[in-house]
C-alpha cells in the first residue's frame, strides 16, 4: 500500500519546519503533501519556507473563519483531496498537525493498516455517559441542536439509526481515498461535528476501521495525570514524559500537542 502524509498547518513557520525535518527524518522515502489552512497574505514565506521539505504545497481558502476551520478541519481536508489530493500518487494519508511530534516511521506505526481501511483516534462509542458531558452533544453548550441534526440528516439520508452511535476524538487519522470519493457524495456536509460525523459517515460508507492503541483518552483527568501521548485538548505533553518514552524500547513514538521546537 502506498501510504502518504499530509502534514497540516496554518502558523508558527519555525515549529512547521522542525516538525518536517523530524518527518523526513523518520519517513525518508514517504510523500509529504502540505494543506496551509493559514492566511493569504502568509501563504508565499510559508512555501517558501517549507517547500524543501514537501512534495506538494496546497492553499486552503484563506478567507475561510478561523473558527469555521476548526469546527470543519475534515471539509479542508475534503477541500484538498477534491481539489489536488486525487490528483497525486498514494493509497491512504496520516494527517499530521503542526504541533504533533513524529519519532517513528508512520509504515511502522500502521504497519497492520490494509488498503481501504481507516483510522481514527479516540474511536468509540457516543453512549449516554459520553453525550451528557461532551461539549459537542450535552445540553448546556448550545451544540447539541446541531448534534441531533445531524443524527436526523443521516437517519433520513441513509437510514443511519446505530444506537448508541459512534465518536473519536480528532488527533491523529488515516483516510483512504475510497473514504474522500463517498464523501464527496454527501449533500450537506457541514451538518454535525466532525468528531462525531467521520466515524458515522466511515460506517455509513462501509469503511472498515483500523483500530490500534495510540495513547489517547476521552477522561480529561486520565489524559493529565498519566501524561497521555495524545491529547485533544490544548495541554502540552511534557518533555520529560516524551523523553521518558523515547528512551524505552516499546515506547509511544507520536505526541500531541507540543508547541516548542524539538531539539
Not at 20 to 32: A, F, S, V
Not at 147 to 154: P, R, S
Amino acid at each position: 500500500m502506498n501510504l502518504a502524509i499530509l502534514f497540516w498547518f496554518y502558523k508558527e513557520v519555525d515549529i512547521c519546519e522542525n516538525r518536517l525535518q523530524l518527518l523526513k527524518k523518520y519517513n525518508p522515502n514517504m510523500k509529504i503533501f502540505g494543506l496551509y489552512g493559514g492566511t493569504q497574505k502568509e501563504s508565499e514565506k510559508y512555501e517558501h519556507i517549507l517547500g524543501e521539505y514537501l512534495d506538494d504545497f496546497y492553499i486552503f481558502d484563506g478567507t475561510a473563519d478561523v473558527n469555521w476551520k476548526w469546527i470543519n478541519g475534515d471539509l479542508m481536508i475534503l477541500d484538498w483531496y477534491d481539489k489536488r489530493g486525487k490528483m497525486l500518487t498514494w493509497d491512504s494519508v496520516v494527517v499530521v498537525q503542526w504541533d504533533m511530534l513524529v519519532f517513528d516511521s508512520l509504515k511502522s506505526q500502521f504497519a497492520n493498516l490494509n488498503k481501504g481501511e481507516i483510522y481514527l483516534s479516540g474511536l468509540r462509542s457516543l453512549d449516554s455517559s459520553i453525550e451528557k458531558r461532551w461539549h459537542w452533544t450535552n445540553t448546556y453548550s448550545g451544540e447539541r441542536k446541531n448534534y441531533l441534526a445531524f443524527l436526523e440528516y443521516v437517519k433520513k439520508e441513509y437510514g443511519y439509526e446505530d444506537r448508541p452511535p459512534m465518536c473519536c476524538l480528532f488527533v491523529l487519522q488515516v483516510f483512504p481515498k475510497v473514504f474522500f470519493e463517498k464523501y464527496l457524495t454527501v449533500k450537506d456536509k457541514e451538518i454535525g461535528m466532525l468528531e462525531y460525523k467521520i466515524p458515522m459517515y466511515a460506517k455509513i460508507f462501509g469503511i472498515p476501521f483500523f483500530k490500534k492503541d495510540m495513547g489517547i483518552y476521552w477522561s480529561m483527568s486520565q489524559s493529565v495525570s498519566n501524561n497521555a501521548p495524545l491529547n485533544a485538548k490544548a495541554v502540552e505533553v511534557s518533555h520529560g514524559f516524551i523523553e521518558k518514552e523515547l528512551h524505552k524500547k516499546d515506547g509511544w513514538r507520536i505526541f500531541h500537542p507540543y508547541f516548542k521546537m524539538w531539539n
